[in-house]
């Protein structure tokens, strides 16, 4: 700590040395609050997405490596692809024009099995509303893209899980 007479600040060097010594004193600060600052790698859980893939498919996954993820898609162009595994299950492939996934949606409807719990795709619970329906989307700018979780209300629910590139 720097202590100083009472009579240090009246001269022009007390002061230029009282500024001094809080400039230093707030330099030797700056890394330790600059570097704490900076520690947002995507590694850390709040920068990861609890949802990052749908059967190994992931945003920037090949059109072909897609494909030979996911198998045949019953509807198929360069821009999207359209996959219906049974009645209960259908996932929408969406591809940019450098050919790589930049957006997965999937519904699930009544009956399906294997259904994910909101927690598994947003990491955490959102808030149901009154008549039962959920919607909640948390943006991952480090991962380059966003994740959403929706539930319909009523007795037979459809649940979509979406992931999509955001485009900067």
């Known amino acids: 700590?720097?202590?100083?007479?009472?009579?240090?600040?009246?001269?022009?060097?007390?002061?230029?040395?009282?500024?001094?010594?809080?400039?230093?004193?707030?330099?030797?600060?700056?890394?330790?609050?600059?570097?704490?600052?900076?520690?947002?790698?995507?590694?850390?859980?709040?920068?990861?997405?609890?949802?990052?893939?749908?059967?190994?498919?992931?945003?920037?996954?090949?059109?072909?490596?897609?494909?030979k993820k996911l198998g045949s898609p019953r509807d198929k162009s360069a821009e999207q692809d359209l996959y219906i595994y049974n009645d209960t299950q259908v996932v929408q492939v969406l591809y940019d024009k450098a050919g790589t996934v930049s957006a997965i949606s999937i519904d699930y409807m009544s009956g399906a099995s294997g259904i994910p719990a909101p927690k598994d795709v947003l990491g955490t619970d959102p808030d149901a509303k009154p008549d039962g329906s959920i919607y909640k989307m948390l943006r991952y700018p480090k991962a380059g893209y966003w994740v959403s979780y929706s539930r319909t209300a009523g007795n037979e629910p459809t649940i979509t899980v979406t992931m999509q590139k955001i485009d900067h």
């Open 1 to 67: 700590m720097f202590f100083f007479s009472p009579g240090i600040l009246q001269s022009r060097i007390g002061r230029l040395s009282l500024l001094l010594a809080v400039t230093v004193v707030l330099i030797g600060f700056a890394p330790a609050t600059s570097q704490a600052q900076r520690r947002t790698p995507l590694d850390e859980p709040e920068n990861r997405p609890a949802f990052n893939d749908f059967k190994g498919v992931r945003i920037g996954t090949t059109v072909d490596e897609a494909r």
